[in-house]
């Protein structure tokens, strides 16, 4: 039986950060327990339950906040920002068919981005391929759990016991670990389904990210160059993701590229000019998804497997890397991680910035998918009025990019 501080169940993304943070700042000693079959190089994405994080088809906004807290941590972003021009200098939110428009440019708040736009798979080869103090086992499952006073026995399907005195559950929202140690989870369903896939567009984008509020959602272009049948961008590519009424979905998934870029140049318009290209599709269903607690008896839960959100101001993820950074600052100098008082002090420093992000995103969901008249001018209103008042801009910048007043 391997004795260790913490064991971690999840081996993407969120999961090789808290490794890499707790087992080198905090100076603990980590397991990370993961399912994925590294050695498939088949390409992945988030609708299998058993993809390779280094395959993972997504491309994510890290929050300047995020961008900070990982160069801090040794996650050096400077290479794949070499990679992909995706940093964020200009932010553009409108709503289709009114006259809300709020433009915003980080040298209005003496920042120089917003955020950077990277690919997860990118990402996480990244914090993999670094010096690791930390045990990696891959692949591998949890067949079953026993929490005791001072410990968690964590039962592997190759039969092998990891004696933790911390569990961390960091394995997603469809995991039922968070369910086997007595938390929660609650869900509600969008309706929606976002489709995912990169694009290529005839006018450069200046380093732009797009927010556009449709009647069936919102309609995200993050500036990412990307390569598109043999062709790279150079300055003209997107990460797209876009939001649609669940009915919808599939007859849109199913339109020919041509037909499918006619559609989308419909909903977004002709700010970067033409769209010349798009590459595959993927595409999953949308819902909001949290526990009600954050720790239990000798376990925490962070990331998705906490709180999954809708894509819409891309919160999630950046909500989930705060849980990691908040978890490494609270375990370091400790001698028991699993201890009832430390585990009550990080769930303590969570509640605000969790029960704040969470709002925000669901507030922005129902408003901006609704096309109720009173509330449609009621949103444009509010769109044109941030747009000039400077101190709720900086309130919403302050926010959206990690440093509100609730984190």
Known sequence: MSQQDVVIVGGGIVGCVLAKGLSEQAGLSVTLVDASDLSNTASSSNTNSTFNPLTDTRVIALARRTVNELNAMGVGLAELAKQSQGKIEHIEVSDKGGIGLTNLSCSEFGINTFGQVVSLSALTHNVMSQSKQYEHIAPATVTHLARETDTTVVTLNNGSTINAKLLVIADGGRSSLAQQVGLTRHSDDYQQVAIIFNAHTSEPHYNKAYERFTENGPVAFLPFDSEINGHVAKGKGFSVVWTVAKEHAESLIQLSPEAFVNKLQQEFGYRQGQITAISELASYPLALSYTDALTAHRAVVVGNAAQAL??????????????????????????????????????????????????????????????????????????????????????????????????
């Open 310 to 407: 809708h894509p819409i101001a891309g919160q999630g993820f950046n909500l989930g890397l705060r849980d990691i950074i908040t978890l490494v600052n609270t375990l370091k100098g400790v001698t028991d991680p699993g201890e009832f008082n430390v585990l009550s002090e990080y769930a303590a420093k969570r509640s605000k910035d969790r029960a704040a992000t969470i709002s925000l995103t669901d507030t922005l969901v129902r408003t901006f998918s609704n096309r109720h008249f009173p509330l449609v001018a009621a949103r444009n209103l509010a769109l044109t009025a941030l747009n000039v008042m400077p101190a709720a801009k900086r309130a919403f910048v302050q926010q959206t990019t990690g440093y509100g007043r609730s984190t």
